[in-house]
């Protein structure tokens, strides 16, 4: 199981002991919300993971339940066979999952093999379902020509999406044999009535537990391939069960690409009780980053409230606190407990609120109105401008070094053309390692200067030193940790700098200047020192 764990997939495979940490904090959950029942001497109830895939979760809980149980169910095999015909079931997410699930739970790959530990399944399958699906192709708008069956020529669309995934047709319409990563649950209109003709009419699940896919498969864990994960948590909520626990990527918190809608579906759910936060991903899962960390959440049916947020910086200190999911003003999850209070010490003293009332929107206080949108002069990342300087050019800060353009030539953000400015990488570093550089190193740029999409350009500034005192500003830890909150990957796109505050840049600004500004304590710096490491300026 640990040797599974470590090994690097779109599909993430859980380590035991991440699992056992959680079905730790359903066993709490569940006793606290059914006055103190413990929930593995409960013969009654039916758990299911719905994305097994080394069947790791359905393992942990069936060991539990063969502890718990023991005083109503003496007899060890009967006792062994009420648990995995009646209690435990899996969707697996291929065919080689539903292999190894099946191998975990039943110690056989055939859940009626004769190494099975329970004699009493008629099938191979047992109560780990698995069939090869198709996706529900999109019509599309890209036609090639190819040949029927019968040789004759055809049009058919290549460029069509799956209606329930977004798989694209163009990658996922395989040959017959070939995974496609059509996966059930989320592959249904109604998956309340898939799951009852896959396990029987009367099938109600008390628990919904699991690590689903997180995106399609592309080959690597980058934010440019869209999330699935989503798909799942919405599809599992449909099903009521009465507690549901998954572990999924951090960066719906903040950002996601098509994660909007999701967002604010998960914010705005007072059923969610608890979400346990790990920044690093390698502290849970060895060896396997996942740009934004993740999380697992705990949502209960029924019961409503503030959430309890902990939070790990690593795995022996915790910080846990009890909030709200989404702050007054705030159309993200602020990520760490130690930073809801200090940015709301922040955010108050620059628009004169008490912290306790903060409201976070700054409207035009904001420093991301100073920010371009991507493409600040309407240059893409694979332009290339002239290597020659001439009369009235301008000079092009572009991927790889620099070029010159002909004003006229330049279309977008003319008004920017002739005023001083700082360019900054639109790329922050890669690394989700500890302390976090979170912005890459901006400059000063000068009258006569643009840039491609590579860079942001932020500004204009009427003279040199404020577009310097601008630039010492953006190397502040400080002024980099408030990014962080709302980063969610290495794209540091516009809306990231909506919880810094635009300060006068008359005068010079340093950290010190910062926390004398904003009354942060040597506790509150430590924090902030902790997360981000500093920057040195190529002129210092």
């Not at 530990?117 to 399958?125: D, L």
């Not at 909007?260 to 899962?285: W, Y």
């Not at 000079?395 to 977008?412: C, D, F, M, P, W």
Request: hydrophobic share 35%.
């Amino acid at each position: 199981m640990n040797s599974i764990a470590n090994l690097s997939n779109d599909e993430v495979f859980t380590p035991p002991e991440f699992a056992n940490r959680m079905l730790d904090t359903l066993e709490k959950a569940w006793a606290e919300s059914n006055a103190g029942e413990n929930i593995w001497s409960n013969s009654n109830l039916k758990f299911l993971d719905p994305f097994t895939k080394s069947g790791v979760f359905l393992r942990e809980i069936a060991t539990r339940l063969i502890k718990g149980l023991e005083s109503e169910i003496p007899d060890l095999q009967d006792r062994v066979d009420h648990i995995l015909t009646k209690q435990v079931y899996g969707i697996a997410t291929t065919r080689l999952t539903s292999l190894m699930a099946r191998r975990s739970l039943y110690c056989s790959k055939k859940a009626n093999g004769k190494h099975s530990v329970t004699k009493k399944f008629k099938n191979e399958n047992g109560n780990i379902w698995f069939e090869p699906l198709t996706h529900t192709w999109n019509k599309g708008t890209v036609v090639e020509l190819t040949m029927d069956e019968s040789g004759k020529e055809v049009e058919r669309y290549v460029d069509g999406k799956c209606k329930y995934c977004g798989a694209s047709k163009r990658d996922f319409e395989r040959q017959e044999g070939l995974e496609l990563h059509a996966y059930g649950l989320i592959h249904t209109d109604d998956p309340d009535q898939w799951v009852r003709e896959k396990f029987g009419e009367d099938m109600q699940f008390d628990v919904i537990i699991g690590n689903p896919p997180y995106q399609l498969d592309d080959g690597g864990y980058g934010t440019s391939a869209a999330a699935i994960y989503d798909k799942f948590v919405e599809q599992a909520k449909r099903l009521e069960p009465r507690q549901l626990i998954m572990v999924i990527p951090a960066r719906w918190f903040s950002g996601g690409k098509g994660l909007d809608s999701f967002r604010a579906a998960m914010l705005s759910d007072r059923q969610i009780r608890k979400i346990v936060d790990f920044p690093d991903s390698t502290t849970v899962f060895p060896g396997v980053q996942i740009k934004g960390g993740i999380c697992y959440f705990l949502w209960t049916q029924g019961i409503s409230g503030p959430v309890t947020v902990e939070s790990y910086l690593d795995l022996e200190q915790p910080t846990i606190s009890e909030r709200e999911l989404l702050e007054n003003g705030a159309d993200i999850f602020i990520r760490y407990n130690q930073a809801v209070l200090i940015l709301k010490k922040i955010i108050g003293l620059e628009t004169g609120q008490l912290p306790s009332d903060t409201n976070l929107d700054l409207g035009d206080k904001t420093f991301s109105r100073l920010v371009s949108s991507s493409k600040p002069f309407g240059l893409r990342t694979f332009f290339q401008g002239g290597s020659t300087d001439f009369h009235e050019a301008l000079l092009v800060h572009q991927n790889g070094g620099k070029g010159y353009i002909s004003r006229n030539e330049v279309t977008a953000g003319t008004h920017l053309i002739d005023c001083w400015k700082v360019f900054i990488p639109r790329a922050g570093s890669g690394s989700d390692s500890f302390p976090h550089s979170i912005l890459g190193k901006p400059f000063v740029g000068s009258p006569g200067q643009i840039s491609t999409e590579t860079y942001n350009c932020i500004g204009p500034f009427d003279t040199e030193a404020q577009a310097s005192n601008a630039l010492r500003y953006i190397s502040t830890r400080i002024f980099r940790f408030l990014v962080l909150l709302h980063k969610p990957s290495q794209d540091a796109s516009k809306s990231v700098y909506s919880l810094v505050p635009t300060i006068d840049f008359s005068d010079a600004i340093s950290d010190g200047f910062l926390a004398e500004r904003w009354n942060l304590t040597d506790e509150d710096m430590s924090f902030i020192n902790r997360l981000i490491r500093p920057m040195e300026l190529d002129n210092e």
